[in-house]
């Protein structure tokens, strides 16, 4: 079987890695890839968001199913494009993705589906959404509609700050169109985690908790990242818990999804927060996350290609889905000065000291190759991830891989799992 995998980042060289130990693929094309992935299959210059251009590369190289990475090509409609040409997408349609393309339709869905989440107003006017932020009971979440790059939400502690949020969101467009409409919601608060769910449709298959790690200092301070580092299973989120959480969180969706014509095939992300009163969706994702997919994809004991074509196919139930009982921990190393302008082209060494340590295994993202040696190319560089019996050894694995890594300025969190081991395990 030939497999086409969009994306270029850490998430997608784990599910290169991954795809490759199956037995039913015996090519994996990876547009554009990264040196990580090139050692896994072949890579192909065309970008995630050239829609003609992947489906003309699928089209060519006769695959039998595409893999997004990343939400923009889905976004874009991928899906769809793809559909026309009746080669199968692992990934939803133009219409799912807007969950995550727009945070009013995927507020509004989740009112509909009755999924517990943030009170919310919706605003088209800055004017409008100001004289009701001059009013409303503070803390208060402001969120641009659209893609924002995971920087479009401020939780204002003070009115200032949340009127310069719309301010800059709807008046002076930091973000363009994206801020067009502002979602303004409540402040809730408690321990997060990342939910995801295997989807063909119908059915609903969960993933074991996991948990990210977002602001890029210690102790969860300054500002947001793509992700710091993260970890499965997440003790916030136990296995006894995961059933009825996706119930409450996730089910209802799909089922509203296939009502309205448009069911859902891929994996679908809940960003969830447990509260005092239970656990309330943040966000949906229609993709893995970036890096929680690195540790899931060190514990599925299954066919990751197996899976996502029953996903395509709706015949989910009749994939087998094991995971590993260990725990996989996941540190993000990134280059000095991200998440803001940072430097690119150190040199890289010690990748295959660490990954002769026993399960551990290095996840490349922002990298390329300069004459021949590998070079930085991007704000967050590897994902060092660790397999170990409990969270203890995975972390301090991947934290000795981490530190047997080194490029100028090297960035590193030392505090991924901490909120896990400072919680009893069930
Ligand atoms: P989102 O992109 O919607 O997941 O928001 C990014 C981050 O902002 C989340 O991971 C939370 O830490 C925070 N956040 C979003 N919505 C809320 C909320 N209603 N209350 C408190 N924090 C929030
Ligand atoms: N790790 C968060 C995300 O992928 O959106």
Request: glycine residues 10%; contains cysteine.
């Amino acid at each position: 079987m030939r497999i086409l995998l969009v994306g270029a980042g850490g998430r997608e060289h784990a599910l290169a890695w991954k795809l490759r130990q199956s037995p039913l693929i015996d090519n994996l094309i990876i547009a554009p890839g990264n040196p990580g992935t090139a050692e896994e299959g072949q890579n192909m210059p065309i970008t995630a968001d050239d829609i003609p251009g992947l489906v003309r590369l699928a089209r060519d190289q006769a695959v039998d199913m595409v893999v997004p990475g990343p939400e923009l090509p889905l976004v874009l409609g991928l899906h769809d494009a793809l559909a026309t040409e009746g080669i199968p997408c692992f990934g939803p349609s133009a219409y799912c993705a807007r969950l995550e393309g727009s945070k009013v339709f995927a507020k509004n869905m989740m009112r509909q589906a009755d999924v517990p989440t943030a009170d919310f107003r919706v605003f088209e006017e800055a004017f409008e959404a100001k004289d009701f932020v001059r009013s409303a009971p503070l803390p208060l979440v402001v969120k641009a509609d659209g893609l924002a790059a995971g920087k479009g939400v401020v939780v204002a502690k003070t009115r200032k700050e949340a009127m310069a949020a719309v301010e800059d969101f709807m008046v002076r467009r930091i973000f363009g169109n994206a801020g067009e409409r502002v979602v303004v919601e409540e402040a809730l608060s408690g321990e997060e985690a990342s939910l995801l769910a295997f989807c063909d449709g119908q059915s609903v298959i969960p993933l074991p908790s996991a948990q990210d790690h977002k602001p890029i200092g210690e102790n969860d301070t300054g500002p947001n990242t793509g992700g710091m580092g993260a970890y499965s299973p997440a003790p916030v989120l136990p296995e006894p818990m995961i059933a009825d959480v996706t119930s409450q969180t996730i089910t209802p969706l799909i089922r509203l999804l296939a009502r309205q014509g448009y069911p859902f095939k891929g994996v679908i992300y809940a960003g969830l927060m447990f509260t005092p009163k239970g656990p309330y969706v943040l966000e949906y994702n229609v993709r893995f996350g970036d890096p929680e997919c690195q540790p899931l994809m060190m514990r599925l004991k299954s066919d990751l290609a197996e899976i996502m074509l029953a996903c395509c196919r709706g015949e989910l139930r009749k994939a087998p889905v094991e995971w590993s009982h260990q725990t996989s921990l996941c540190v993000v190393l990134s280059a000095p000065g991200y998440p803001g302008s940072y430097a690119k082209g150190m040199t890289v060494t010690g990748i295959d000291q660490a990954e002769a340590l026993p399960g551990v295994k290095v996840f490349q993202s922002g990298t390329s190759l300069q004459n021949n040696g590998l070079v930085s190319a991007g704000g967050r560089v590897l994902s060092v991830t660790a397999l170990g019996e409990s969270l203890e050894t995975a972390r301090a694995l991947a934290y000795q891989g981490a530190d047997l890594i080194h490029f100028d300025g090297k960035y590193l969190r030392r505090d991924i799992g901490a909120k896990g081991l400072n919680r009893p395990t069930t």
